[in-house]
């Protein structure tokens, strides 16, 4: 079985291109220049150069000796909660910008749902000296005031998308129609392994970088390059392709993903897409989607932002469909218990979405002899809100 991306765009069953007429020129010149341009040695150079300096690359892997004891086994944290910006959004970001300068592009569009990728892609902007236009969603921009305002700072137009449920799928389709009229100077900067093809290659490539550096330090620390299971979070998917990536092929390796259960895959109000959704097309890519019966997409539920999108990047529903990934979820209340427990074991505060991957280690049947590593994709700071909202006492601060 191939888990990488074959040349039309497909892992298995998923992926593809299904973009309406007006876009395939957009798309094509990506396709047909990116693999060229990412994989030539001033490419490579650049970017790692940033990743070092600009990033804080590369990030620590941490044997978190406290977690281990309570799970009796032997839990590693990839500290992407450490990169600039406070997750592994921005490994993505700053490889597109470069890639965008290298093509000639000289404006940068992006969507953004919770506000993270859009912080991600104003913060590279801003580095790069480019005019950065984000869509999101209006009930969003009321939502992540906090987000919108950093964006602002770092000079970004953030420009609302009001028609539809006013969410991340409508500044999607806000960021689609800005492409198609300005296809000579634009590119459109995606946030995870999601949207037509090459996006969802490109991403985890970018992202891969996680795993690449996992198997070096495992190597240090272990003596072996490669671990018994990798734990990660799903929004879109693209902290988990990058922490899968060099692991894909080795069988030896358990890849899990977990998903957010929201309040339960029963009721209705949950993001765990392969739970509940049905293969079909979402941003120009074939996969596994939450739709109604007509085919319309159906608005997902998580207490973290960053896990709520109704979708699955292709590689994910390629690993589901032929069993090489293990899918879990984690509920509302697994996360938040998760987020106190790692804060109280090992005083690092985890974000939401990274809480789910947390909230996993429970359900497993870990062993004493076992190497586990949780992919931290992002730190707390932005769900102090949530926190404190959860405790039986809130405190007053
Ligand atoms: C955005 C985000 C995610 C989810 O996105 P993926 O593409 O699935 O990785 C997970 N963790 C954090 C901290 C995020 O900001």
Redesign the pocket.
């Known amino acids: 079985m191939k888990y990488t991306v074959n040349e039309y765009g497909f892992y298995g069953d998923f992926g593809g291109a299904f973009i309406p007429e007006m876009l395939y020129h957009n798309v094509k010149e990506l396709k047909d220049c990116y693999l060229n341009i990412i994989e030539s040695e001033e490419f490579i150079k650049e970017y790692k150069q940033l990743l070092k300096d600009y990033v804080g690359r590369p990030t620590p892997l941490y044997f978190a000796k406290r977690l281990s004891e309570k799970y009796n086994s032997n839990i590693y944290l990839k500290r992407e909660d450490l990169n600039h910006t406070g997750?592994?959004?921005v490994n993505n970001t700053v490889g597109q910008i470069l890639l965008a300068k290298k093509m000639g592009k000289t404006r940068i569009i992006a969507e953004t749902g919770a506000g993270?990728?859009g912080v991600a892609t104003a913060t590279v902007c801003a580095l790069m000296d480019m005019p950065c236009i984000v869509y999101m969603g209006e009930i969003d921009i009321k939502r992540q005031a906090p987000n919108v305002a950093r964006m602002k700072m770092l000079g970004a137009e953030v420009r609302a998308a009001t028609s539809g449920s006013k969410t991340l799928k409508d500044a999607t389709n806000e960021a689609i129609r800005d492409w198609i009229a300005n296809p000579k100077d634009t590119y459109y900067l995606i946030g995870?392994?999601v949207g037509p093809h090459p996006y969802p290659d490109m991403v985890a490539r970018f992202q891969s970088i996680i795993s690449e550096e996992m198997k070096m330090q495992l190597e240090e620390k272990t003596g072996r390059n490669y671990p018994d299971k990798v734990i990660a979070?799903?929004?879109?998917?693209?902290?988990?392709a990058g922490a899968f990536y060099h692991f894909l092929d080795n069988e030896n390796v358990e890849l899990i993903a977990v998903e957010a259960d929201g309040l339960g895959v029963k009721t209705g109000k949950t993001a765990a897409t392969t739970q509940i959704g049905t293969e079909g097309i979402i941003h120009g890519s074939k996969t596994i989607l939450m739709q109604n019966s007509e085919g319309q997409i159906t608005e997902p539920y998580s207490i973290s932002a960053?896990?709520d999108y109704p979708g699955v990047g292709p590689l994910h529903a390629h690993l589901f469909k032929t069993g090489r990934g293990t899918f879990l979820g984690a509920t509302d209340k697994e996360a938040l218990a998760a987020a106190f427990e790692l804060t109280k074991l090992e005083g690092i505060i985890p974000?939401l979405?990274?809480s789910h991957a947390l909230a996993a280690l429970g359900k497993l049947d870990l062993k004493p002899n076992e190497c586990v590593v949780v992919n931290l994709?992002?730190r707390g700071d932005k769900d102090m809100e949530t926190y404190m909202k959860s405790l039986p006492n809130p405190p007053n601060i």
Do not use: D, I, P
Request: net charge neutral; charged share 10%.
């Open positions: 997750a592994h959004k993270q990728h995870s392994v979070c799903v929004g879109g998917g693209s902290n988990a960053g896990l974000a979405e990274s994709s992002g």
